[in-house]
């Protein structure tokens, strides 16, 4: 049986479009799509995101067991609430998971992974911190709330005290903090500004029903694939996994090469790096009509070929977008399988859009 988060039953009452998703029953959309991904480009919109872990790691020597266990350092983290992202890496360099590391104390920090790898993420997590004396608890009494938009901020503030709503606007890109009795981290998973709201399972019905009559629009999965894809953010499962690496997918900005830092699949990716990455993830726009999806076939001329990884019609530039994991060798023109068909699509590097912008051309 699926699992559900604790706002199942509104999702329900709501008429939403219910979906398995990792193992969660979960909204895909609640009436259009594309009426929800513009909700969120141009006011704000609000996803149930409790199928998200969060997950505590408590002890003296946490600090050090993050930093063998986590691609990003987290040595950067000295300032309360102040988050990281990054991956966990197999031996091989391999992306076990991406995640968003919290610093809330000298002996506590928060990762937040994702649904679909909780259960191996978790066993990996222990796995490897019970060297180190860390304690690894599952926060499964959170719900949490993702509230984004150019409007989100200012909504969440109006449900806040003054205090707590002045507290909440000052905080920067990438920090949280425990505020009225919810911990408010400004991050996000769709290229707009916004909150992610982590609070007790028990009071998910009252701020999912509190934002929403402040004209919050209620958001699924659907319209949260497209603003992601758009804003340039991976999905794991689809855009990474085991099988690849963080150099072939986007994200050797998050693996900080520190010397004297031996965390885990560094030896690798450091022999990836020496002998060249021979595929990269890559932006591609249609520039003839048609959709593009995840697995088709990208064609690059004497380079080799590649293939899809995400891809979807863009709501926001009225064109169809993909990730693609193309030869590293690829030029600026490619072609792609669609439907037997060879249509032209531009190499693009992502984000596709960012607050609402088209950046792409």
Known sequence: MARRTPLFAVHQAAGARIVDFGGWDMPLQYGSLIAEHHAVRRAAGVFDVSHMCVVDLEGDQVRPFLLKLFANDVSKLTAPGKALYGCLLNERGGVIDDLIVYYLGERWFRA?????????????????????????????????????????????????????????????????????????????????????????????????????????????????????????????????????????????????????????GREALEALRARGIERKLAGLVLEERGVLRAHQRVLAGTAGEGEITSGTFSPTLERSIALARIPAAAGEQVQVDVRGKLLAARVVKPPFVRHGKSLVG
């Not at 909150?195 to 699924?220: D, K, N, Q, R, Y």
């Not at 991976?234 to 986007?250: F, H, R």
């Open 112 to 264: 937040v992974v994702n649904a679909g790898t909780r259960d191996k993420d978790l066993a990996w997590i222990r796995r490897h911190a019970e060297p180190f004396g860390v304690t690894v608890r599952e926060r499964d009494d959170l719900a949490m709330l993702a509230v984004q938009g150019p409007e989100a901020r200012a909504r969440v503030a109006g449900l806040l005290s003054s205090a707590g709503a002045a507290r909440a606007l000052a905080l920067g890109a990438f920090f949280g903090a425990q505020i009225d009795g919810w911990f408010i981290s400004r991050t996000g998973y769709t290229g707009e500004d916004g909150f992610e709201i982590m609070l007790s399972a028990g009071g998910a019905e009252s701020l999912w029903h509190s934002l929403t009559a402040a004209g919050v629009a209620p958001c699924g999965l659907g319209a949260r694939d497209t603003l992601r894809l758009e804003a340039g953010m991976n999905l794991y499962g689809s855009d990474m996994d085991e099988s690849t690496n963080p150099l072939e997918s986007g994200l050797a900005w998050t693996v900080a090469l520190n010397a004297g830092r031996a965390f885990i």
